[in-house]
């Protein structure tokens, strides 16, 4: 029964759709705050290169070096986020603009493929590599075995955040000043709130996310470097969002419905089944393009139900 494919792809759906949805949390935040993050793709990038970088290098056991690769991963994406935040919250420069500098800087032909070589990343396979954490027999439980209890800290870890911050948008003070932030940063600035450092915040902090997601490639899906190898996954987890209507549920039900596109041409060509690769290949492109249009129209925004700031610049007026 574990076998079959219907639990084939579920459960690759988790494995691939976990770095999806640590950048699409991450991307959430930051759109709550009226910040469009367009280089998120660099971000995780650079997160993986890092969190490779540091349980190749880090001496001790395992669970330490992975925790510590999984922190440095999320610094180096915080790190990235910081120029955009600098870029378009300080300087007021275009979001659109800038995400795409990020990502062509610190992507697949930029800063990430620089630290990996400067650093002989691709020298060998990592270390450690996280690896489900319960006993094999709850693994060998027909269904829930491989669906649930077969993943990895970082799966159970991204289903944890993914109700915090729900919970932290809907439930809490500073969630609710996020969101009025990205709805109405002029009313929210007369009020009180500080428009600027919420925006930082949540941007470093969607950064630290997409970096985290990254490190899930290097250190469990792929342990491995390989340049490009998130596969365009910044941008699906940047479509994710809008296609979600940004609630951070439905963020967790479109990152596996993402990882089952993702996982299903190896399962399929595992059973003897080709499917031409450039279908899958050409995804993550064809929502970039949706997304731009998406986040660049009026009449969509409001229609999808997008924060009312989103993509547009807040000067503070004189009072």
């Known amino acids: 029964m574990n076998n079959s494919l219907l639990v084939l792809i579920a459960s690759s759906a988790i494995v691939y759709g976990t770095p999806l949805l640590y950048a699409a949390l991450g991307e959430l935040l930051a759109e709550r705050s009226g910040v469009l993050n367009l280089g998120v793709e660099g971000m995780m990038l650079v997160g993986a290169a890092m969190g490779f970088f540091v349980v190749q290098r880090l001496a001790g056991p395992g669970p330490l070096a992975l925790g510590a690769a999984i922190v440095v991963a999320a610094l180096a994406g915080a790190a990235i986020a910081s120029i955009h935040a600098f870029l378009v919250i300080t ?89 009025a932030v990205g709805e109405a940063p002029g009313a929210a600035d007369a009020v009180g709130i500080n428009v600027t450092a919420y925006r930082y915040a949540h941007t470093l902090v969607g950064g630290a996310l997409a970096g985290v997601g990254g490190a899930c490639f290097s250190l469990s899906i792929t342990p491995q470097w390989l340049d490009g190898l998130t596969g365009g996954a910044g941008w699906i987890a940047i479509a994710l969002v809008i296609f979600a209507f940004w609630p951070a549920d439905l963020c967790l039900v479109g990152a596996y419905v993402f990882g089952a596109f993702s996982a299903l041409p190896f399962i399929l060509q595992a059973r003897g089944v080709t499917v031409a690769p450039e279908l899958f290949q050409a995804l993550p492109y064809l929502m970039t393009v949706v997304v731009l249009v998406a986040v660049s129209t009026g009449a969509v925004k409001r229609h999808l139900g997008a924060p009312a700031s989103l993509g547009q610049p807040y000067v503070r007026e004189e009072r």
Do not use: C, K, M
């Not at 027909?142 to 289903?159: H, K």
């Not at 944890?160 to 911050?165: K, P, R, S």
């Open 91 to 179: 300087l007021r420069a275009s979001q659109i603009v800038s995400g795409l500098a990020i990502t062509i800087f610190a992507g697949a032909a930029g800063l990430s493929s620089y630290l990996a070589n400067d650093l002989n990343l691709a020298e060998s396979p990592a270390r450690h590599v996280f690896g489900p954490i319960l006993p094999q027999s709850l693994q060998d439980l027909p269904v829930v075995g491989p669906l649930i209890f077969a993943q990895t800290a970082l799966v159970y870890a991204s289903w944890v955040l993914t109700a915090a911050v729900a919970f932290y948008l809907a439930r809490t003070r500073p969630g609710l000043e996020l969101r």
